[in-house]
């Protein structure tokens, strides 16, 4: 009779690479993750160098990712920001959590226009860090709607031009942009154009991709600017 003991087969469960330059730190949590019978901590490294060389060779679903590594002296102030869009660029369905010590809201834009699908401070309790970890596999987003207020109105002020590859979007996609912006779902923007749900999905994945950007977050950040200089007219 097959055990109940680990209901999750290995081959399963999440896939999760840590970084973080403090090894008390790390090892807490692959304690914690490895606890869980569907995560499993499959690499970790104590700096940017260690993590792009090992994070691709093992293929996580998640990485944990600490924003600072090191002092400021160091060069090493928000590197894990750019550890995030490195990985992200060699592995496109990779999830980067942000982790960090500092409610930090230059930090916070940053990272989700590096890619982050989540960020969270480490005073998290335990619970809901795996609970974190989880959403983000999912293909969810981990930024509540304070975060994500604090962003928008960061992009009121002088911000660089709209990407040019706004230029590449068709009528219809720049109106699911629009609608994107507003915070609308896939659902509630069908229902807004009359279109099937799955048609709106795979417009929302074209659009991603002609702006160069991975996330839904930071398409809505563009569709923000784009507003905010309409406005401005």
Request: aromatic content about 2%; glycine content about 8%.
């Amino acid at each position: 009779m097959a055990s109940t003991a680990d209901p999750v087969g290995p081959a399963e469960r999440i896939g999760v690479f840590l970084l973080d330059d403090h090894e008390v730190v790390r090892r807490g949590l692959r304690d914690l993750l490895d606890s869980e019978p569907d995560l499993c901590v499959v690499g970790e490294a104590a700096n940017a160098r260690e993590a792009i060389a090992r994070a691709p060779a093992v293929r996580p679903r998640v990485a944990v990712l600490d924003v600072r590594l090191g002092s400021s002296a160091d060069g090493g102030d928000h590197e894990g920001i750019e550890v995030c869009r490195e990985l992200r660029a060699r592995l496109p369905g990779l999830a980067c959590l942000m982790l960090t010590s500092f409610d930090d809201d230059e930090a916070l834009f940053d990272a989700i226009m590096a890619g982050a699908a989540g960020y969270v401070l480490k005073q998290i309790n335990g619970s809901d860090l795996v609970s974190a970890v989880r959403t983000v596999a999912g293909g969810r987003s981990m930024l509540d709607p304070g975060a994500t207020a604090r962003v928008m109105a960061r992009l009121r002020g002088p911000q660089p031009s709209v990407p040019v590859e706004l230029e590449r979007l068709s009528p219809r996609e720049r109106e699911i942009l629009e609608l994107i912006g507003e915070g609308l779902t896939n659902r509630q923007i069908a229902e807004r154009l009359f279109l099937a749900e799955k048609t709106v999905k795979n417009r929302i994945s074209a659009i991603l991709s002609k702006l160069g950007v991975g996330r839904r977050i930071q398409a809505a950040v563009i569709a923000e600017r784009i507003r905010d200089r309409r406005a401005a007219e």
